[in-house]
C-alpha cells in the first residue's frame, strides 16, 4: 500500500498538489535528491512508529487478583457500573486491593473487552481462565505468584508461628471426628473471601453441618503452605463456633489452580517431602481434624505420583489419628475424554482416603445448560462406587450456576441465586425449573440477551432426594459454597438420616 507522502506527491492539480511558489522551491532540488530525503524521512518516521509501538507492548502489565465474590465482574448486577456501562456486567474497572482473595479467577493480562463497544457484555475471554472445578478445559500453563499478604504457616524448619487463621490462646478443643452412623454427613466449604456472609450461615445452620472446609491454605513453591485468610476475628470465630458444636474441622489446601507447581512439588521429593511433613505438623499443632487436599487441575502425568504421595500423607496422618479427604473432579464409567480428569486415580486415593468429595458440577460448559443433569449425576455415581467404597464418596454440588451472554459461549460468569435477587429490583423474571430440578431463565439488557442456569434450595434438595432414593449407600454430601446458597436451602426438609 503506497504511504500519503507518494499519493500527495502524484497526484493532480488542485488535489493536493504545492502551490507555484512551493514548486518554484522544491525545483531548486534536484529531484534524485528530492526522492532520497523524503525516502529517508518516511524511513525514519516509520522506525520511530515501530520503536513507539514495541516499547508501549513490551511494557509490564500487573495482574490484580479479582475481588470479593459479591463484587466480582464475574457477578452480575443491575447497577451501574463503575466504568458508567450501566449494563449487568461490570468490567473494565480496577481491582480494590483490599478485596483480594486468592481462590476466584486471575484475569488474564492480554482480557479485552467485547469487540463491540457499545455492548454491556463481559470480557471476551476462553473459558480456560475459569479456574474452579473446570475440568474441561483449564488452563495447564497457570503458574500465579505468592501474594503479598500470604505467609508461610509452618517453616522450612517445621516450626509454626505462634498463631494462624482462626487460632487463639482460648481457641477450643477439636470436635468429634464423625456424623452419628445413622446420618449421612453434610460439609461445606467456608470461603475466604466471603467470611461474613458465610459465618452468619454457619451460626444458623451448625446443627445441619458435620464437616466445614475453611479454605484458608495453599500449597507454595517450595513445598511449604502459606495461609490467606485475613480476617482473623471472624476465623477464630468461624473456628469456635465449629468447634463448640462438635463439627469436624478439615481446612482445605490448594494447588493455586496450577498444574506446573503441583507437578514441580510431586516431582521433586525433597518438596514432596516436606509438604507432607508441613501438613502433618500443621493439622497437629492446630488441633485440625484433618486436612482436604484440593489440588486443580492436574496433568495427566501425574497420575502415578499423585496418588503415592496421597497413599503416603494418609498413613502419616492416620498414625496421628487425623482424617485425610480428597476433592476430585468428576468422572463417569463410559470413558474420560478430558486429560485432568485422568490425572486422579480413584481407585487408590479412595483407598487410602477417608473421604472422597466428588464435584459433580460444572457438567454444562461453553453453552447454556444445566450444572448437574441427574443422568449424568447417575453415571458418576455409579463410576464412583465402582472404585471407591460407598460409605467414603460424598457428592459435592454447587450452588452457584453460570450465565452466557447469546452468541458468545466463551464468555460464561458465574451467576449466583443472589444475584437474582439483584437483577429482580429492576425487571421481572420468569425462571423455569427443568426436569434436573435447577433454574434457567433469559434476561435482556441494553439490547444485550443472556441465558442463566442456576441452583435455589429447591434444586439442592431435589438432587438430595434423588440421590438418597437411587444411591442411599453414599456416605454424604457437600455444598460449594457457604454463603453463596439459596437461604431457603435451610428452611426446607433437608433430610440426612441413612433410612
Same mark, same amino acid.
Given at each position: 500500500?503506497?504511504?500519503?507522502?507518494?499519493? !500527495?506527491?502524484?497526484?493532480?492539480?488542485?488535489?493536493?498538489? *504545492?502551490?507555484? &511558489?512551493?514548486?518554484?522551491?522544491?525545483?531548486?532540488?534536484?529531484?534524485?535528491?528530492?526522492?532520497?530525503?523524503?525516502?529517508?524521512?518516511? =524511513?525514519? $518516521?516509520?522506525?520511530?512508529?515501530?520503536?513507539?509501538?514495541?516499547?508501549?507492548?513490551?511494557?509490564?502489565?500487573?495482574?490484580?487478583?479479582?475481588?470479593?465474590?459479591?463484587?466480582?465482574?464475574?457477578?452480575?448486577?443491575?447497577?451501574?457500573?463503575?466504568?458508567? !456501562?450501566?449494563?449487568?456486567?461490570?468490567?473494565?474497572?480496577?481491582?480494590?486491593?483490599?478485596? /483480594?482473595?486468592? +481462590?476466584?479467577?486471575?484475569?488474564?493480562?492480554?482480557?479485552?473487552?467485547?469487540?463491540?463497544?457499545?455492548?454491556?457484555?463481559?470480557?471476551?475471554?476462553?473459558?480456560? %481462565? +475459569?479456574?474452579?472445578?473446570?475440568?474441561?478445559?483449564?488452563?495447564?500453563?497457570?503458574?500465579?505468584?505468592?501474594?503479598?499478604?500470604?505467609?508461610?504457616?509452618?517453616?522450612?524448619?517445621?516450626?509454626? *508461628?505462634?498463631?494462624?487463621?482462626?487460632?487463639?490462646?482460648? &481457641?477450643?478443643?477439636?470436635?468429634?471426628?464423625?456424623?452419628?452412623?445413622?446420618?449421612?454427613?453434610?460439609?461445606?466449604?467456608?470461603?475466604? /473471601?466471603?467470611?461474613?456472609?458465610?459465618?452468619?450461615?454457619?451460626?444458623?445452620?451448625?446443627?445441619?453441618?458435620?464437616?466445614?472446609?475453611?479454605?484458608?491454605?495453599? +500449597?507454595?513453591?517450595?513445598?511449604?503452605?502459606?495461609?490467606?485468610?485475613?480476617?482473623?476475628?471472624?476465623?477464630?470465630?468461624? #473456628?469456635? #463456633?465449629?468447634?463448640?458444636?462438635?463439627?469436624?474441622?478439615?481446612?482445605?489446601?490448594?494447588?493455586?489452580?496450577?498444574?506446573?507447581?503441583?507437578?514441580?512439588?510431586?516431582?521433586?521429593?525433597?518438596?514432596?517431602?516436606? $509438604?507432607?511433613?508441613?501438613?502433618?505438623?500443621?493439622?497437629?499443632?492446630?488441633?485440625?481434624?484433618?486436612?482436604?487436599?484440593?489440588?486443580?487441575?492436574?496433568?495427566?502425568?501425574?497420575?502415578?505420583?499423585?496418588?503415592?504421595?496421597?497413599?503416603?500423607?494418609?498413613?502419616? $496422618? @492416620?498414625?496421628?489419628?487425623?482424617?485425610?479427604?480428597?476433592?476430585?473432579? *468428576?468422572?463417569?464409567?463410559?470413558?474420560?475424554?478430558?486429560?485432568?480428569?485422568? &490425572?486422579?486415580?480413584?481407585?487408590?486415593?479412595?483407598?487410602?482416603?477417608?473421604?472422597?468429595?466428588?464435584?459433580?458440577? !460444572?457438567?454444562?460448559?461453553?453453552?447454556?445448560?444445566?450444572?448437574? *443433569?441427574?443422568?449424568?449425576?447417575?453415571?458418576?455415581?455409579?463410576?464412583?462406587?465402582?472404585?471407591?467404597?460407598?460409605?467414603?464418596?460424598?457428592?459435592?454440588? %454447587?450452588?452457584?450456576?453460570?450465565?452466557?451472554?447469546?452468541?458468545?459461549?466463551?464468555?460464561?460468569?458465574?451467576?449466583?441465586?443472589?444475584?437474582?435477587?439483584? #437483577?429482580?429490583?429492576?425487571?421481572?423474571?420468569?425462571? !423455569?425449573?427443568?426436569?434436573?430440578?435447577?433454574?434457567?431463565?433469559?434476561?435482556?439488557?441494553?439490547?444485550?440477551?443472556?441465558?442463566?442456569?442456576?441452583?435455589?434450595?429447591?434444586?439442592?434438595?431435589?438432587? /438430595?432426594? /434423588?440421590?438418597?432414593?437411587? @444411591?442411599?449407600?453414599?456416605?454424604?454430601?457437600?455444598?460449594?459454597?457457604?454463603?453463596?446458597?439459596?437461604?431457603?436451602?435451610?428452611?426446607?426438609?433437608?433430610? =440426612?438420616?441413612?433410612?
Amino acid at each position: 500500500m503506497r504511504n500519503r507522502y507518494e499519493l !500527495n506527491s502524484k497526484s493532480s492539480p488542485g488535489e493536493g498538489s *504545492p502551490n507555484p &511558489s512551493s514548486q518554484e522551491s522544491t525545483n531548486s532540488i534536484p529531484p534524485s535528491r528530492h526522492r532520497l530525503r523524503s525516502r529517508a524521512l518516511i =524511513l525514519l $518516521l516509520s522506525i520511530f512508529v515501530l520503536w513507539a509501538g514495541y516499547g508501549a507492548s513490551t511494557t509490564p502489565t500487573s495482574v490484580s487478583p479479582p475481588t470479593s465474590h459479591s463484587e466480582t465482574s464475574d457477578t452480575p448486577s443491575s447497577s451501574m457500573n463503575r466504568d458508567g !456501562n450501566g449494563g449487568i456486567w461490570d468490567h473494565g474497572a480496577e481491582e480494590e486491593e483490599d478485596d /483480594w482473595h486468592p +481462590l476466584l479467577e486471575w484475569e488474564p493480562p492480554e482480557n479485552t473487552s467485547s469487540s463491540n463497544p457499545n455492548s454491556s457484555g463481559p470480557p471476551s475471554q476462553s473459558t480456560s %481462565s +475459569l479456574m474452579y472445578n473446570n475440568w474441561h478445559n483449564p488452563d495447564l500453563t497457570l503458574f500465579p505468584p505468592i501474594h503479598p499478604r500470604e505467609r508461610v504457616v509452618v517453616g522450612r524448619d517445621g516450626t509454626l *508461628p505462634e498463631q494462624e487463621p482462626g487460632e487463639s490462646e482460648n &481457641s477450643p478443643s477439636p470436635g468429634s471426628a464423625t456424623p452419628p452412623p445413622n446420618l449421612h454427613g453434610l460439609a461445606v466449604w467456608f470461603p475466604s /473471601w466471603d467470611e461474613e456472609d458465610a459465618l452468619q450461615r454457619l451460626e444458623q445452620n451448625l446443627d445441619s453441618i458435620h464437616e466445614v472446609h475453611f479454605l484458608w491454605y495453599n +500449597l507454595g513453591p517450595d513445598g511449604t503452605i502459606t495461609a490467606v485468610s485475613e480476617e482473623r476475628e471472624t476465623t477464630e470465630k468461624a #473456628l469456635s #463456633l465449629a468447634r463448640e458444636k462438635g463439627v469436624q474441622v478439615i481446612p482445605a489446601i490448594g494447588n493455586r489452580f496450577s498444574a506446573g507447581l503441583t507437578r514441580e512439588i510431586l516431582q521433586n521429593e525433597e518438596k514432596r517431602d516436606r $509438604l507432607t511433613r508441613q501438613i502433618s505438623t500443621l493439622v497437629q499443632a492446630r488441633g485440625y481434624d484433618g486436612i482436604d487436599i484440593l489440588f486443580q487441575p492436574m496433568e495427566e502425568t501425574e497420575r502415578e505420583a499423585f496418588a503415592g504421595w496421597i497413599e503416603s500423607l494418609a498413613t502419616i $496422618l @492416620h498414625q496421628k489419628e487425623k482424617v485425610l479427604h480428597v476433592t476430585v473432579h *468428576p468422572q463417569t464409567g463410559r470413558g474420560t475424554s478430558h486429560s485432568v480428569q485422568r &490425572s486422579q486415580d480413584w481407585r487408590r486415593i479412595g483407598q487410602a482416603a477417608d473421604r472422597v468429595k466428588i464435584m459433580a458440577f !460444572n457438567y454444562s460448559w461453553d453453552h447454556p445448560g444445566p450444572s448437574t *443433569p441427574l443422568d449424568w449425576l447417575d453415571e458418576v455415581i455409579l463410576h464412583a462406587t465402582e472404585e471407591i467404597e460407598p460409605s467414603k464418596v460424598t457428592i459435592a454440588l %454447587s450452588t452457584v450456576g453460570w450465565i452466557w451472554p447469546e452468541g458468545q459461549a466463551e464468555a460464561q460468569r458465574t451467576f449466583s441465586y443472589s444475584s437474582v435477587a439483584k #437483577l429482580s429490583e429492576n425487571q421481572r423474571l420468569q425462571p !423455569n425449573r427443568d426436569e434436573n430440578g435447577e433454574l434457567h431463565l433469559k434476561i435482556e439488557e441494553k439490547g444485550e440477551r443472556y441465558h442463566a442456569w442456576y441452583p435455589d434450595g429447591e434444586s439442592v434438595l431435589v438432587k /438430595w432426594r /434423588w440421590i438418597k432414593e437411587h @444411591h442411599p449407600d453414599i456416605g454424604g454430601l457437600a455444598l460449594w459454597y457457604l454463603g453463596s446458597e439459596d437461604p431457603d436451602l435451610w428452611s426446607g426438609h433437608f433430610d =440426612l438420616t441413612t433410612e
